[in-house]
């Protein structure tokens, strides 16, 4: 096949990264990510090429001992840009192909593709290149191999210096190995679809890599690695042309999913659900565990270069969530198994009064507890992340009737043990007395509110209250009836203490003090969803209360702005439409007696409408309020995006609501 000959020149350059929350993507200009949770590529939309290619799926590898109350050390990323280059890009934008994680450049003279197959487990990405009917036939009719020049090459640009090189033949597969200065992985390079790497080395005198249209870049954490990962991805490849492994990932893509258990309302709202679905498979890190690194499991809050691009407690509970009610059973068991072996944990013992297992805020990529949020620059403790993970726990164990998980190793013991002993006892060992019932002690809750500031959430309370009543279910089916005795009184004071702390004037607040920033949160809307709030009066007096949160982009976000100093990032932040309170009010209408259809399909038919121009990717925000920080127009997506637990997870849980509570009734 004439695509096998292409000549692919490297131009190397040196650059500098640039760390700062993404400006407002345009419509349509979004990035493009491929990952299987060994690493990530990111694909402009605007350059029209992979402008990063990270060694780990996460943004931040581990603890920096010289700041402690820094992000944390940053994953490596090889690559400035990483492109095929052509005179003629076509007019159709990139785009994933058939809602994947397969990202597609088509035009009038060739296809390219780039992925990261999930069947191969290692750190790998395929670039391909496939010229045209047009192009392909000028070649037939010129017949000559010399002409192939002509084609466009691969050219990357190297974000970091070489180091060294090194050219290797594994059964007769050139490769060559990359080191890099200051950077502990390399990069191994092979050519996946060319005869002539046979007969030729794989490079010229000015470095260019030779003859052929598809490659791999695998990096790798030991250099020693690269003889066995080059055998490895020959074997993976079984002699296939590189359009044949586009194909042969399409399908087993395919096969991967789950059958859709919702009825959609649209095609673009079940489109948005299979992307959706793949955003949640590659924010899972697939990385084996080792001494040193136990993060087998997580699921990032966002994918790159989204500003959560890390494992978060609280987002990586509703992804989960969401897996589980679509099917995916392996991936949740994985996820949750990882909760409770992710490790070390437990750095605030002396404040919560003991040892516990669950992250108090979110995790480095080497699974070791973050306990702080450090744009504050301060530890937090959010007790709802214990709520939340009981929560799933017992969704999973409910709804894929997997009881042998309970009795799975961790390095704590079984699950069901360690959840008992370092989620549930340090949990209700932070209740306090409310009036005549409990409440959740003050906390920083689910928005991350400086320690200094903490407050008594209704989230919190509203978390134990329904992890703790999922976990009395597991006590019962564990014959654990002492704890589950003891774990039913406590959810009734709970309960009781709730209505009295977080019920106000006929409707909720979101905090016990009064204050006019979490007086009305959209948090709060959680308890309803869950079933804590069923009184008809409170939930319609709740959700009117909902409009002085309505902003000009049309939805709502999630607190009342009142920080005034325009240099603390929180004073732009809270002021833009955050998605994760549309999907909860979406719910909250559709519980009401009667429900408002109508208006929970207009909210969300709004973002579907959105995410069908955007790739149908599910930001964490919209534009709603302009600002240096937050440059798009109204209605643009921004923030973090693509948004995983909060993003992809929030869409799909309102869909199995929604048949929940509604089914195809109506329609």
């Known amino acids: 096949m004439l695509f096998l000959c292409f000549r692919a020149t490297f131009l190397i350059v040196l650059s500098f990264a640039f760390s700062a929350l993404p400006p407002a993507a345009a419509v349509n200009q979004t990035p493009l990510v491929t990952g299987n949770g060994h690493g990530f590529a990111v694909f402009s939309l605007q350059s029209k090429m992979i402008s990063k290619l990270y060694a780990h799926p996460y943004k931040f590898e581990r603890e920096n001992p010289k ?330 164990v409910e709804r894929s009737k997997d009881f042998s998980l309970l009795a799975a190793p961790t390095y704590r013991g079984p699950v069901y043990h360690n959840a008992k002993k370092f989620i549930v006892e340090p949990l209700l060992a932070n209740l306090e007395k409310y009036d005549d019932g409990l409440i959740v002690k003050a906390d920083t809750s689910i928005w991350e509110e400086r320690q200094k500031d903490k407050k008594h959430f209704a989230f919190s309370t509203a978390a134990a209250i329904v992890g703790l009543d999922k976990f009395a279910n597991l006590a019962r089916m564990q014959h654990d009836a002492e704890l589950r005795s003891d774990l039913l009184k406590k959810i009734a004071l709970l309960k009781h203490g709730f209505n009295r702390a977080f019920i106000k004037d006929g409707k909720l607040r979101g905090t016990l003090e009064p204050g006019i920033k979490n007086e009305l949160d959209g948090a709060m809307l959680s308890a309803i969803n869950w079933g804590i709030v069923t009184d008809p009066s409170v939930i319609d007096a709740s959700v009117k209360a909902m409009d002085k949160l309505k902003m000009p982009s049309g939805g709502y976000r999630r607190v009342t702005s009142i920080i005034e100093d325009p240099a603390i990032f929180e004073y732009w932040y809270e002021r833009q439409e955050f998605l994760f309170i549309n999907f909860s009010l979406a719910e909250v209408y559709l519980r009401m007696k009667p429900p408002i259809e109508n208006i929970a399909d207009e909210l969300v038919s709004t973002m579907v409408q959105r995410s069908s121009k955007d790739n149908f990717i599910v930001p964490e925000m919209y534009v709603s309020e302009k600002n240096y920080r937050f440059t798009g127009e109204i209605g643009e997506p921004t923030g973090a995006v693509p948004m995983v637990g909060y993003g992809a997870g929030a869409f799909i849980v309102y869909l199995c609501h929604r048949e929940d509570l509604i089914g195809s009734s109506a329609h």
């Open 67 to 396: 700041e402690i109350l820094g992000e944390g050390v940053e994953t490596t990323n090889f690559v400035k840009s990483l492109r095929w280059a052509s005179d003629d890009a076509g007019e159709d934008q990139p785009h994933y192909l058939d809602e994947s994680h397969i990202i597609e450049v088509d035009s009038n003279n060739a296809k390219q593709h780039f992925f990261m197959p999930f069947g191969f487990e290692h750190n790998a990405l395929v670039a391909t290149y496939e010229p045209g009917q047009l192009a392909a036939s000028s070649l037939a009719a010129e017949g000559s191999a010399s002409k192939t020049s002509s084609l466009p090459a691969l050219l990357a640009d190297w974000e970091h210096a070489i180091a060294d090189t090194n050219e290797l033949s594994v059964d007769g597969r050139r490769a060559k190995l990359y080191k890099f200065r200051g950077v502990k992985e390399s990069l191994l390079v092979v050519p996946l679809n060319s005869k002539a790497e046979h007969q030729k080395p794989i490079l010229g005198t000015k470095s260019d890599f030779l003859h052929s249209g598809a490659w791999a870049f695998v990096s790798l954490e030991n250099a020693s690695d690269a003889p066995s990962i080059t055998r490895s991805l020959v074997n993976w490849q079984q002699n296939l042309s590189g359009t044949q492994l586009v194909q042969r990932e399409l399908r087993s893509l395919e096969s991967w999913r789950a059958r859709p258990r919702v009825n959609f309302r649209s095609e673009n709202e079940r489109k948005l659900w299979r992307q959706s679905e793949v955003v949640l498979r590659m924010a899972q890190s697939r990385e084996p565990n080792r001494p040193g690194r136990y993060n087998n499991g997580l699921i990032i809050a966002s994918l790159p270069d989204g500003a959560w691009f890390v494992p978060w407690v609280r987002d990586m509970a509703y992804g989960v969530y969401a897996l589980i009610r679509m099917g995916h059973i392996p991936e949740a068991r994985m996820a949750l198994k990882a909760y409770l072996n992710a490790r070390p944990v437990g750095r605030m013992a002396n404040e919560v009064g003991g040892p516990y297992q669950i992250s108090v805020v979110r995790y480095f990529g080497d699974g070791a507890e973050e306990p702080y949020f450090t744009m504050e620059g301060a530890t937090n403790i959010e007790y709802d992340d214990w709520g939340l993970v009981l929560w799933i726990l017992g969704e999973y």
